[in-house]
């Protein structure tokens, strides 16, 4: 290559920038002359670009939250249930043949040295009365003692029950601070009777031995009102429903998980009377299982969100072509002006597709602080951790940048293939 064939590639390369610059500078001038409309149209695409990151901050939040819920309940702890509800089953006998859990069932892998505890559960929905005052709806639970091994969180006033108090049934009840606050208002709320009905009609009065307050999450945001007693008083004296029972399984430190799983269910199915061909009838469900499937069902609503989302764009860039061909218009005198003066249809194709650009960009600015801000408000007050990852960002911007292009690209391609002489003339 000789200096002159050098020289020349470096004037056209500086010239090639200065177009490209020229085109910002012009669309950003356009932009400005035009502020009402250009705000009118940045408004179209800040929503839907809000939105984008609005809803993705609250899955990803939920998200968060359940996923730490699980984990802080124990990543090492297990349930035993009659069927896998993590699993869809398309195929087999339905889960209500599937033989009952039972109490004997719990109590006997309770005694395995690799477990440390086997919590017999049995869920209650009940009404809770007290000195003339009802509250429904109350969230209830059947468990065997030791149950806060499960749970996070912490006795305020009183105690747990113990396992004698459970063998023998005693009417006794643990409630949550929520409740106690409720229902006694500032009145000791250890040793007061409450009256516990069952949805499915059993009823009696209990006596309260605890508060507890469990560690915050999205679950005790949303149940705030809850009653544990013990399983066999749930069953006894509140009809509670066996169909619906489970054993939550706390493994030994010392033990591996994969040894206390083998042990468990080599146990059940003795038990049960299994032969070794035949399948298990019931199942174990680890927490990773339940972060699986809130890793799918939360990947399914992102999915869903980014679709609606979209359309939303779709609106913006709409606005869009409708600004630009109106800009397009407005225009044609100075277009043909220019390609007069030597400008080329690559450069005005690329001065109007950098005007729908910065549009586009600049209205997804805005909507991405809107929904920086709406995610703060919503984790600073309520306990959900609301968050916009950065892929949400990124998408946001990507989606917006390719809605300039596409929807400006009509209009850009219009005012490129305009003649001169005809544009000079248009008035």
Known sequence: MNSTEGA???????????NLGGGFSIALEALVTNRARSLLTMFGVSIGVA???????FVAGLRTSIQDSVEVSGPRNFVLTRFDFTAARLEGD?????????????DRIGRLASVGEALYNVPLNVTVDFDG?????VQGQGYAAGWPSYTQGDFVAGRDFTGAEARRSRAIAVISDELAQELFGGRDPIGQRIGLVNSRGGQREFRVVGVFAPAPNIFT????HWVVVPYTAALKHLSADEDRAQILVVPADSVSLGRVKDEVIAMLRVMRGLRPSEPNDFALIESAQVLALIDRLTSMLLLGTLALTSVALMVGGVGVIGI????????TYEIGLRKAVGATRGEILWQFLAEAGLLTVLGAALGMLVGLGFAELVALFTPLPAAVPAWAVVAALAMAAITGIAFGLLPALRAS??????ALRFE
Not at 94 to 106: D, H, S, V
Not at 221 to 224: F, Y
């Open 8 to 18: 020349g590639t470096g004037v056209d390369n500086d010239q090639r920038r200065l």
């Open 51 to 57: 939105a984008v990151m609005v809803l993705t901050a």
């Open 94 to 106: 339905p889960w209500w043949t599937q033989p009952k859990i039972r109490p004997l069932e719990a």
């Open 133 to 137: 005052r009802r509250l429904a709806g």
């Open 221 to 224: 945001a949303v149940i705030r």
């Open 324 to 331: 630009m061909l109106i800009s397009v218009t407005e225009r």
């Open 417 to 422: 293939r305009l003649e001169p002489v005809a």
